[in-house]
């Protein structure tokens, strides 16, 4: 039996064989391209190739390529670990043709590499064609039957739909008729009763796709219409995954050796055997393949957090932490502890698992931890919701509250049935569904943007950056189009050169204008797209086939690059003082400071902040001059120790930029010597996750301004506390008299919640077996009037407490059930407050027993008393 790592090889091998220039995997969390988050598919990386926005740099090229579907079209999250086939991340093995070999070579050499090379039982293959459109005027792919039909009988060759078997990148660009390889693994019984032919596309977990073989020949318009290509591609894509389960003689892809190990491994953690419950196996899958997405995407710098691609990675985290925290009882972090084995069996492969494995681990721990606590508050949020519902008669919680907690605590609608199922109630699915939609309609309104075709004015290649050299140049517009978005209409105009830097690498694109004959067109952002630098403008000037004078900001521009200069060395910096486990983990450098993120597993002390600063501030006043190389291969820059970053792409060549000892890949604007910074102040340093550190800093004129404004504070102390030489001495001495004098009021506020406790419990009402205390009180501090709260509480049986206060002049209500009249009663002291604040122009919350409010008119602060104690009758 084939191990997964003798099969990604042969794969690798075969296709080098064919010709095939074999590359490396691009990122699988997507970087300057706005229509992706992730790479969803093995094409993504050469998407500008096809686009026309890069040249073709090999006419062939196989690889195998990280992917990860979990958002927008390719959605596969909700499956995953259901069944025996869906992941999150999984590789993609792919070749691909540019201009070159088409459909009859894609064919050949498919069948030769699984049946001829692999030993695939050639019985059990069958392959799928596009059956035609009529919509857009396409016939049946002939073609690619007829090749087909040399190695498959007729009653194999099967007709697909348009939805199974036309592929488009979106809705607009390039497209194509597609042909897919499915394998029948089924035990021969059961082929001899039921044809393959039945079961395929029909979602059959041992009837699949495993290989799909896209002919790349049309170019879809933002109308719809379909143009051919001049070129005519080929684009494949074999889930690695599947064909280890295909040659390994499993029926599961979780029973191939790329999972078995992390498998048996959570099997140990949990004490449960993988086999024996259908839903710890269920559990078990979900983490074995969550584990890959998280790990592979915080290797590449890409942190768990509450927006974009942060906000996804946390989601499919915290959907593993959830299976196992209900079916293997883990109540602890446990998931961090697999990075172990994942890093043996994918290691080699993937060497970003090696190198980060401590940052992971630390990531993902602290990822679960935080979460546990999230889910515990949830159950007991949910248990609240069951016993309300359960008081008031109801055989379901609302679909709003379940959609709370699925949106708040992480809580998938079939956790919450099954704790309800429990307790013998059910879930409104339908106001579930009610609110699922709006927030959907929410999103799809924000993210709304409707992009006009390009319009050609003439034919470009690539266009030229000048901006590392001058900030003017007379440029033309090459194409342009409009572009609405929530209301608001721009239009994106690319040029055949421009001294414009787009938005990449953390340094924010630059602004400035075009202008012709005195009439003045204002670009407010530049951006790369699919490796086009694109200048936004609100109007299209009027004459767009004229000859422009482009000119960027200098002001801003010489700003942005003082502060991406000083990221280069406060990254060297960082190295020397903390050590080389320092690395970039993000960046942003725009023209009013600097943001530099890095993996340190501890704060910075004051010590080390100072000894940083002096050493770039050092490095500023020795005046490196920068040195630069546009063109250097990208072996000589690894071999001189520049500085490279996981989850970028690199080229075969890189520019390196230099000052001093400071060496780094980057495309980025800097200074010309260091000097021109003037000085750095770092004014933050802070923890962003677990193992990751931010540095906030200003330069140049900004820090100056810092520095004057802070001496300018101390003058004015100094002004105040006059005739002290010792300023220091000084103020800590009027600190320590505030803090006595502090604890002397508190002391008398204490006396007074004695005084005030006792006037209470002499004036209880007891009404129908409850002990009532309702009133104004005199206390301006509402830690205190808690203490009281509790104190009485604990004093008085069977109590309903209502107090009324102001405190620095704002109302402040207070409420306090025992918790047998709470359940006696079905009372619930959050709900009760929520209702009586609204007498004070307010609202608040709490638990059953214990709630609070506060508000703005004082005035209503005795209605607030008698609403609240309305809920008792």
Same mark, same amino acid.
């Given at each position: ?680 102040? %770092? @004014?933050? &340093?802070?923890?962003?996750? !677990? +193992?990751?550190?931010?540095? #906030? =800093? ?122 047998? %009249? @709470?359940? &006696?009663?079905?009372?619930? !002291? +959050?709900?009760?407050?929520? #209702? =009586? ?37």
């Amino acid at each position: 039996m084939k191990t997964s790592k003798e099969i990604r090889a042969a794969f690798l091998d075969f296709f080098k064989e064919k010709e095939h220039q074999i590359v490396n995997s691009a990122p699988m969390v997507v970087k300057g391209d706005p229509t992706l988050m992730f790479t969803n598919a093995g094409m993504n990386q050469f998407k500008d190739w096809f686009l026309g926005n890069e040249p073709v740099k090999w006419p062939r090229v196989a690889d195998t390529q990280k992917c990860l579907r979990v958002s927008g079209k390719h959605n596969d999250l909700e499956e995953v670990g259901l069944d025996t086939y869906h992941h999150t991340m999984f590789e993609m093995l792919g070749n691909w043709s540019f201009g070159d070999y088409f459909k009859k070579e894609a064919i050949d050499w498919a069948w030769e590499f699984l049946v001829d090379r692999m030993g695939i039982d050639s019985s059990r293959l069958y392959a799928t064609v596009f059956e035609g459109s009529a919509d857009d005027n396409l016939e049946r792919d002939d073609e690619a039957a007829g090749y087909w039909e040399k190695y498959l009988p007729k009653d194999r060759v099967l007709n697909g739909s348009k939805k199974d078997n036309f592929w488009e990148m979106g809705d607009t660009g390039p497209c194509g008729p597609c042909s897919e390889v499915h394998v029948d693994i089924r035990p021969q019984e059961e082929v001899d009763k039921l044809s393959g032919r039945e079961l395929v596309n029909k979602d059959h977990p041992q009837v699949i796709e495993i290989w799909n073989l896209v002919f790349i020949q049309f170019n879809r318009k933002a109308n719809g219409a379909l143009e051919e290509l001049p070129a005519k591609h080929v684009d494949t894509g074999m889930g690695f995954e599947r064909l280890c389960m295909v040659l390994q003689g499993v029926t599961s892809n979780y029973d191939t050796d790329v999972f078995q190990s992390t498998i048996a491994e959570i099997g140990k953690l949990s004490n449960k055997n993988y086999g024996d419950d259908l839903k710890s196996d269920i559990a078990m899958r979900v983490i074995a393949d969550h584990l890959r997405a998280v790990a592979f995407a915080i290797a590449e710098g890409q942190l768990p957090s509450n927006n974009k691609a942060g906000y996804v990675i946390r989601r499919i985290l915290r959907r593993a932490v959830r299976y196992g925290y209900t079916f293997l009882d883990f109540r602890e972090a446990t998931i961090y502890r697999l990075i172990e084995v994942l890093k043996n069996t994918m290691g080699e492969a993937f060497p970003e698992l090696v190198s980060q494995q401590q940052l992971i681990e630390k990531v993902i721990k602290e990822e679960e931890e935080s979460f546990l606590r999230t889910l515990s508050t949830g159950i007991k949020l949910l248990d609240d919701l069951m016993s309300k519902a359960k008081a008031e008669g109801k055989t379901e919680i609302a679909g709003k509250d379940a959609f709370v907690l699925y949106d708040t605590y992480g809580f998938p609608l079939d956790l919450t049935e099954l704790i309800t199922r429990e307790n013998d109630l059910g879930v409104d699915q339908k106001g579930f569904a009610v609110e699922m939609q709006a927030q959907k309609d929410r999103s799809r309104n924000a993210a709304a943007q409707e992009t006009d075709d390009w319009v050609e004015l003439r034919k470009i290649d690539k266009t030229e950056f000048l901006g590392y050299d001058r900030l003017e140049a007379e440029v033309r517009i090459a194409r342009y189009r409009k572009v609405s978005q929530k209301k608001k209409t721009f239009y994106q105009l690319v040029f055949d050169q421009t001294p414009f830097y787009g938005e990449s690498g953390g340094q924010v694109g630059d602004s400035g204008c075009i202008e012709f004959e005195g009439a003045k067109t204002r670009i407010f952002d530049t951006q790369k797209e699919n490796n086009l630098i694109v200048h936004l403008v609100e109007k299209l000037p009027e004459n767009p086939e004229e000859y422009f004078q482009a000119v960027v900001d200098g002001k801003r521009r010489t700003n942005i690059a003082n502060n991406h200069t000083a990221t280069h060395l406060l990254h060297a910096a960082l190295r020397e003082v903390l050590g080389t486990h320092v690395e970039q983990k993000g960046s942003l450098v725009n023209a009013d400071h600097l943001r530099f993120d890095f993996s340190h597993f501890q704060k910075m002390t004051e010590e080390e902040i100072e000894q940083v600063e002096l050493l770039v501030n050092q490095k500023i006043r020795q005046n490196s001059v920068l040195e630069e190389n546009r063109e250097t291969p990208i072996a000589e820059a690894r071999e001189a120790g520049a500085m490279m970053l996981f989850g970028e792409k690199y080229g075969e060549t890189v520019r390196t930029i230099k000052f001093g000892e400071s060496i780094e890949l980057c495309g980025g604007t800097h200074v010309a010597s260091t000097g021109q910074i003037g000085l750095l102040k %770092i @004014v933050s &340093e802070s923890a962003i996750a !677990a +193992g990751v550190r931010r540095i #906030e =800093a200003i330069t140049a004129d900004h820090a100056e301004k810092f520095i004057n404004e802070q001496l300018g504070i101390l003058k004015n102390i100094q002004e105040v506390i006059k005739g002290s030489k010792d300023v220091l001495g000084q103020i800590t001495a009027l600190m320590q008299q505030n803090s006595e004098l502090s604890k002397q009021i508190e002391s008398f506020q204490r006396e007074q919640m004695k005084i005030a406790k006792a006037n209470l419990k002499s004036k209880v009402l007891q009404e129908h077996g409850v002990n009532i205390i309702a009133q104004k009180i005199d206390l301006d501090n509402a830690a205190l009037i808690k203490d009281l709260a509790f104190q009485l509480k604990g004093e008085v049986e069977d109590l309903y407490l209502v107090l009324g206060a102001e405190i620095n002049g704002k109302p402040n209500l207070t409420i306090m059930i025992s918790e047998n %009249i @709470v359940e &006696e009663k079905g009372l619930n !002291a +959050g709900q009760i407050v929520r #209702e =009586a604040g609204k007498e004070i122009q307010g609202g608040g919350g709490g638990q059953p027993f214990y709630a609070t409010a506060g508000g703005k008119n004082a005035a209503g602060i005795d209605a607030a008393i008698e609403k609240a104690l309305s809920f008792l009758q």
